[in-house]
């Protein structure tokens, strides 16, 4: 039963994996298209099926690519494309 469970939770990894690139991939395409400044609530208006997560993350990726910076903290916080 173990190894049944294992090969789920491979399988499971690998799916988030997949569909999590095709997600930041949208979140990216969302904030080249901001024109002002946003917040992570604004990008979950625009597609609620995204988990908050996922957008931080995509966020926290941008933000070391120096195409967005935040502008304060917390979840009031807004972000600001550089590029």
Do not use: C
């Amino acid at each position: 039963m173990s190894h049944v469970k294992s090969g789920y939770q491979e399988l499971k990894d690998r799916v988030e994996l997949q569909s999590g690139d095709s997600k930041t991939a949208l979140i990216r395409g969302l904030v080249f298209e901001m024109t002002e400044q946003f917040s992570i609530s604004d990008i979950m208006k625009l597609q609620p099926n995204l988990d908050r997560e996922i957008v931080k993350k995509a966020l926290s990726q941008l933000k070391k690519e120096k195409i967005v910076k935040p502008i304060g903290l917390g979840r009031g916080a807004k972000w600001s494309k550089l590029k």
